[in-house]
């Protein structure tokens, strides 16, 4: 079974690395500071997308574990800024340091700039007190009430670049993010939990809608915002279909594929 995930994988990223090989590449600027609590997947997270971005051809990518570059101030030497990339990914949490210039530049980059934004895992745990953040990734932690666990999960859209390489309903392993300010009239929902085969009556569920999405895409502006809870256990970054997934979610962040992301109600 494993084999055959790797073909898909490479059945998906190696024709484009060939599309593309006589353009420039794109520019990822990978951010993995945290706040708070670590996770020990960033490091293995953020290597595994530089090497997706090198094997599909398709973009170079600077991971820091900092944010000197989140500005368009020019910045001395020879280092980048804002200007120098098409999308932004945070593996993060807590709040960063980051004055207001440099988030103004930020919402721009996304907002103005119609550049892209991929949010992984505890990036809704990042600058929770900073309510433009949250308009723009799409909602912020609330609770992981089970942990984790064996997540029963639903494709909801498997039209969308990165969806058909997951069966339309499986069992995974990670970490899930109930999810609060989030709302389907803002986003589209990938992915979300089966809720007929989860706990409700965990005190520590607060949703009473039963709608626990865990993958989402959105327009911010003009600009494309991608989230995703998965990938809290290390060894998922070694899953041909969750590689696949990123690699497709940073190719439509940063324009080289298209999809719909029209709002729609629960199913």
């Known amino acids: 079974m494993k084999r055959i995930w790797v073909v898909l994988l490479l059945l998906t990223i190696i024709p484009l690395a060939g599309t593309h090989a006589a353009g420039a590449k794109k520019r990822l600027l990978a951010i993995g500071e945290e706040k708070g609590y670590r996770h020990e997947s960033v490091s293995h997270a953020l290597a595994t997308i530089e090497r997706l971005g090198r094997a599909s051809g398709l973009w170079d990518t600077t991971i820091r574990t900092d944010t000197e570059a989140l500005t368009k101030k020019k910045l001395e030497y020879n280092a980048k800024n804002l200007n120098d990339f098409d999308a932004v990914l945070f593996y993060t949490g807590g709040t960063l340091e980051m004055d207001d210039q440099k988030k103004a530049d930020f919402l721009s980059f996304v907002h103005d700039d119609g550049k892209g934004f991929i949010g992984v895992h505890s990036a809704t745990i990042t600058f929770t007190d900073w309510?433009?953040?949250?308009?723009?990734?799409?909602?912020?932690?609330?609770?992981?009430?089970?942990?984790?666990?064996?997540?029963?999960?639903?494709?909801?859209?498997?039209?969308?670049?990165?969806?058909?390489?997951?069966?339309?309903?499986?069992?995974?392993?990670?970490?899930?993010?109930?999810?609060?300010?989030?709302?389907?009239?803002?986003?589209?929902?990938?992915?979300?939990?089966?809720?007929?085969?989860?706990?409700?009556?965990?005190?520590?569920?607060?949703?009473?809608?039963?709608?626990?999405?865990?993958?989402?895409?959105?327009?911010?502006?003009?600009?494309?915002?991608?989230?995703?809870?998965?990938?809290?256990?290390?060894?998922?970054?070694?899953?041909?279909?969750?590689?696949?997934?990123?690699?497709?979610?940073?190719?439509?962040?940063?324009?080289?594929?298209?999809?719909?992301?029209?709002?729609?109600?629960?199913?």
């Open 131 to 267: 309510p433009e953040y949250g308009d723009l990734i799409g909602g912020y932690f609330d609770e992981h009430p089970w942990g984790t666990f064996e997540a029963p999960i639903l494709v909801e859209d498997p039209g969308f670049p990165g969806m058909r390489q997951w069966p339309p309903s499986f069992v995974l392993r990670d970490e899930i993010y109930q999810i609060r300010n989030f709302s389907r009239d803002k986003v589209r929902v990938l992915m979300r939990l089966d809720a007929n085969k989860l706990d409700l009556a965990n005190p520590r569920v607060h949703r009473k809608d039963r709608d626990f999405a865990v993958t989402w895409a959105k327009m911010y502006g003009k600009g494309r915002v991608y989230y995703s809870t998965l990938g809290h256990p290390d060894q998922n970054w070694d899953r041909p279909e969750m590689q696949a997934m990123y690699v497709e979610a940073i190719k439509w962040a940063m324009g080289l594929v298209d999809a719909d992301v029209t709002p729609r109600p629960a199913p």
